[in-house]
């Protein structure tokens, strides 16, 4: 993933503080005092973690973190695999560990930064050299090649020969590469043993290339466009492109082959339908408090989501932890929890919600997402929240995306009327340090009916079904707070100014067709997604099997997202897929 680091602890090595005692706005300046450091610093200092005690080494992994992104989930996936952990405190420990994973989440430079600083850098090179046992992870693969043109030139590790570029977006791909894809698989990998013709899980917006130079390295390759380094291996030294903290059990299995090579895992099949980017079907999660305070998972028709009946009580369809998990269970590629609880006016005191995703993150080995309220506030004792203080806190209890609402709409309404970026919006800030394929922005919009294209200022489509009033043309209004109030921009508009922000995907949502099973607003999602260069969620409206075909088919939707059907098990997920298959649309099974 391509972000800036998460903290540097540069400025506290010499006072032994461990990461759990630092403060929350501690923790931001040191997101800020990393982007600005440069390579040029020559103070090495200690890097400094918390640490677990281990019982005994045979079931021990070093964990080199310096406290970017979410880590959470490939801490959880360790312990899940029976595992402990025990954390990078000095260079030493690099150096006398039995197997190191390094889990690289930032941006190329910025790592960089951290690693020489704190006398890393040069531990992780001679641990490799000597072929002790090393997995790196997404950012952990690329730091090994000679340099990246991620806001560079920069030097890397130069243990790989390449330059880690930029996926090319001009060829019709979408970037950041986001979502389930295939291996192939050149050479024995050892690790990759039970992947197969099994999809596994990609998020981030510069890769690797494979060379002569490097080809005894490339253990495996993945196409997107044109062929990149989707893993490498030589001897015990092992690093992934993709995630497998994030690729359910095909990814556990990757991360047991490594953690105990000994292991004669059961070899999956390799008839699996795995060939290319697979269309994602994403379970979607409201969760507020009903009258008794409880968290629950509720279902909105046009965003309304109390009965109607005497009691009018908030529509419970479940528990949130509980339904994730069977979510995960039946095969969904990702799960999004939106919070729209009365909390999110005090989101870093939304206690219970945090602890959905720090127990979800425990047993759900795909991407999660949560949004709602992120953005900057003040509470009541006039303490000042940033937008990054409240997303981290999400991110550090286990979200890997953060999806932010109405706080987008005015950020791209002040851009619009300056045309300069400040970099003060939520958007801009989290995109800023943790990626732009960490932030999605959720555009809830409503069909409002004209009668030619000239009658209104914003972008309008002649509509598959005329309006009420045999109108042939329509644009869509973009609206905050839940859907309650329509803002003077369109969905058009917003997507791409967004984009331009720092948006890595888009969750387009219709106000007109949630909860009423009729299908998506094919118009709507064809219009935002040809009009942008980053992955469109479809949602709103889903009802039967037949509408994910039709919204993939008929648009350039990346996933397809459904709430009600699922939790009323109106509709199956693992139907979805089975339909879609039959269709000759490529999912993961």
Known sequence: MEAVAYASFTSFAT???????????????????????????KSPRKLVVCASSASSSGSVVTLLDYGAGNVRSVRNAIRYLGFEIEDVRTPEDILNADRLIFPGVGAFASAMDVLTKT??????????????????????????FESSEENGPVNGL??????????????????????????????????????????????????AMPSDDNKEWVSSTCNYGDDFVASIRRG?????????????DVGLSVLRRFLNPKSQGTKKST?????????????????RANDKGDLVVTKGDQYDVREHTKENEVRN??????????????GADEVSFLNITGFRDFPLGDLPMLQVLRHTSENVFVPL?????????????????????????????????????????????EYIKTKVKTGKSSLEQISKVYGNQAVVVSIDPRRVYVKGPNDVQFKTIRVTKPGPNGEEYAWYQCTVNGGREGRPIGAYELAKVVEELGAGEILLNCIDCDGQGKGFDIDLIKLVSDAVSIPVIASSGAGAVEHFSEVFMKTNASAALAAGIFHRKEVPIQSVKEHLLKEGIEVRI
């Not at 501690?26 to 610093?41: F, P, R, V, W």
């Not at 015990?236 to 359910?248: C, L, T, W, Y």
């Not at 008839?271 to 969760?287: E, F, H, N, T, Y």
Request: aromatic share 10%; glycine share 10%.
């Open 15 to 41: 006072k032994s503080l461990p990461f759990s005692s630092l403060s929350q706005s501690s923790i931001i300046n040191l997101h800020q005092n990393c982007h600005k450091n440069t390579l040029k610093s």
């Open 236 to 248: 015990n030294v092992h690093a992934v492109q993709f995630h497998p903290e994030k690729s359910g």
């Open 317 to 330: 369809l479940g528990k949130p932890v509980e339904l994730a998990g069977q979510y995960y269970k039946d």
């Open 271 to 287: 008839q699996g339908k795995a060939s290319k980017l697979a269309k994602r079907v994403i379970a979607c999660l409201d969760v």
């Open 369 to 413: 997402t949560v949004g709602g309220g992120i953005r900057d506030f003040t509470d009541a004792n006039g303490r000042y929240y940033s937008s990054l203080e409240v997303a981290s806190e999400y991110f550090r209890s286990g979200a890997d995306k953060i999806s932010i609402g109405s706080d987008a709409v005015y950020a791209a309404e």
């Open 158 to 207: 130069g243990l790989i020969p390449g330059v880690v570029g930029r996926f090319n977006s001009s060829n019709g791909f979408r970037v950041p590469h986001i979502g389930w894809n295939a291996l192939q698989v050149a050479k024995d990998s050892e690790i990759l043993d039970d992947v197969g013709d099994h999809h596994v899980y990609f998020v981030h917006s510069y890769r």
């Open 119 to 144: 006398g890393m850098a040069e531990a992780l090179c001679t641990y490799i050299k000597n072929d002790r046992p090393f997995l790196g992870i997404c950012l952990g693969l690329q730091l090994l």
